[in-house]
């Protein structure tokens, strides 16, 4: 993964500047990375905030023969692949908030969105986009979101160089990516769950039908979140944002 890098100073968004190349027939592997984003997309048709030079903000394209309804495992498997890199690069141990934050001391520092090209039965690409607060300080965020975001940086106390992360995590990505290729979702759920905050803790989902209150239970195989609410009734969430 990797081998043929894009890189850009200024963009509007690398997940738009992927989906074309996607399109066009890029391969596998294919990866646009930013210096800085004018109009960095979150999950949830929100903004992501992506300085110049302080962030790594980047997006891969994969072509794994699935259908489109295991996709949201992949997004799983980025979230362990990065995370185990934060680990390695800075010693640093996060958490994952389902489906897919990267928290250090419970505030956010990584996001990652998933988006695809399907048909209804088979996947043409799948596009991951990871967004990384590597070096800002606090001040440098949006006062809004201040209380909750963080930087790698920020919980190091030190800078980090960004290019060796970004190295780690494509490495991390294509070894699990290999093992999700062969062996399937299992293991890469494992490890998951190994990172997960919200297992055994009560939640709060705010799904597009409605708030769900409940026990996080863990995730299926297919990477839904399982939750089990007052009545003992078991929910299965596809998406939702989640409160502690
Ligand atoms: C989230 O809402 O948590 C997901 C944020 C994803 C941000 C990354 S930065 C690189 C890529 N390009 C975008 O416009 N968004 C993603």
Not at 60 to 73: F, N, V
Request: glycine share 8%; hydrophobic share 40%; net charge negative.
């Amino acid at each position: 993964l990797g081998h043929t890098i894009h890189f850009f100073d200024e963009v509007d968004s690398t997940q738009r500047i992927a989906a074309r190349l996607a399109y066009e027939g890029a391969p596998e592997g294919t990866l646009v990375v930013a210096e800085e984003q004018k109009a960095g997309r979150g999950r949830l048709d929100r903004k992501w905030f992506s300085p110049k030079g302080t962030g790594i903000w980047m997006s891969l394209i994969l072509r794994p023969a699935i259908p489109p309804q295991r996709a949201p495992q992949l997004t799983l498997l980025a979230a362990v692949a990065i995370s185990q890199a934060i680990q390695e690069v800075t010693g640093l141990v996060p958490d994952i908030k389902w489906p897919n934050d990267i928290l250090l001391d419970g505030k956010k520092c990584v996001g990652i969105l998933t988006e695809l090209q399907a048909d209804p039965d088979r996947v043409h690409s799948v596009i991951i986009g990871i967004g990384i607060n590597v070096n800002q300080t606090i001040e440098q965020f949006p006062e809004d979101i201040r209380a909750i975001a963080t930087s790698l940086a920020i919980e190091k106390g030190e800078r980090v160089k960004r290019a060796p992360l970004i190295q780690e995590i494509l490495l991390r990505l294509e070894r699990l990516y290999e093992q999700y290729l062969a062996h399937g979702f299992r293991p890469i759920k494992l490890l998951w769950e190994g990172y997960a905050v919200s297992i055994g803790k009560p939640v709060t989902a705010r799904t597009l039908s409605g708030v769900i209150r409940g026990i996080a239970r863990g995730i299926t195989d297919d990477g839904l979140l399982i939750l089990e609410d007052e009545q003992h009734n078991i929910h299965y969430i596809h998406s939702a944002d989640i409160q502690f």
